[in-house]
């Protein structure tokens, strides 16, 4: 493994955002990463990269892990398989670094190749484990509620539809999970998502009304 650096267990990352609206005027917030940028230094460390500089790699490692790992997890569901799934996603990218095309830009190469890496494993699972998506449903860390304290029942029952609410993200098909992910959880535009997951505008729109669709009902079903 090119990359020096060990993954940290205590991930996901701290930020929070808050999710679309998903059902009515609910809503719950939950783990995100700010939109990725082209800087400067990273032009940089990019054309040292594809010219075979580790240390470069290893900076372009360190500014994407946590975004990458956000998505690897919420993805396969476990701390253990995101660890092993986002390392493998590094290495893909930093063997593949000297194919990368300078018309795209890393941040959506490298997530697509996370989006990529991520399905086939899920799909390795799912056929290995003869099960459906939807029957494992993994327990997740909750970030700390932002809703007003000295309120106990809103709180639990902010608690409750949180927790009803990542059941539903998690028994969504891959590719409507992907989408989810990469829009309200992440913030990607659909432009982004399109050219992550390398189909269009409308594709991206379809996904996600299916994938919103299936979340109410879902939710109906835990009422």
């Known amino acids: 493994m090119p990359v020096s650096m060990a993954l940290s267990g205590d991930l996901p990352a701290e930020s929070v955002s808050s999710w679309l609206d998903l059902v009515g005027d609910e809503f719950c917030r939950l783990l995100a990463t700010s939109d990725a940028t082209e ?11 594809i010219s075979g500089d580790r240390q470069a790699f ?12 956000n998505l690897v997890y919420r993805m396969v569901g476990t701390t253990q398989e995101a660890e092993e799934v986002t390392q493998e996603v590094f290495f ?28 086939q494993y899920v799909k390795r699972r799912v056929r290995a484990r003869r099960e459906t998506l939807y029957d494992e449903v993994p327990e997740v860390p909750h970030p700390p509620s932002e809703e007003p304290r000295g309120n ?72």
């Not at 290893?58 to 790992?69: D, P």
């Not at 992907?178 to 996904?207: C, F, N, W």
């Open 152 to 223: 106990p029942e809103r709180e639990v029952e902010h608690r409750v539809f949180c927790r009803a609410l990542e059941t539903a993200i998690n028994r969504l098909p891959p590719n409507q999970r992907a989408v989810m992910i990469l829009g309200p959880i992440q913030g990607h535009s659909y432009e982004e998502m399109a050219a992550i997951l390398g189909t269009t505008d409308d594709v991206i729109k379809s996904r996600l009304h299916r994938a919103r669709e299936n979340i109410r009902e879902f939710l109906k079903e835990a009422v």
């Open 58 to 69: 290893e900076e372009l490692y360190r500014r994407y892990l946590k975004k990458i790992y």
């Open 92 to 119: 893909q990218a930093y063997k593949n670094l000297p194919g990368f095309h300078a018309q795209s830009r890393f941040y959506t190469w490298v997530f697509r190749i996370a989006v990529n890496v991520s399905l």
């Open 39 to 49: 800087s400067d230094p990273e032009v940089e460390w990019l054309s040292r990269a």
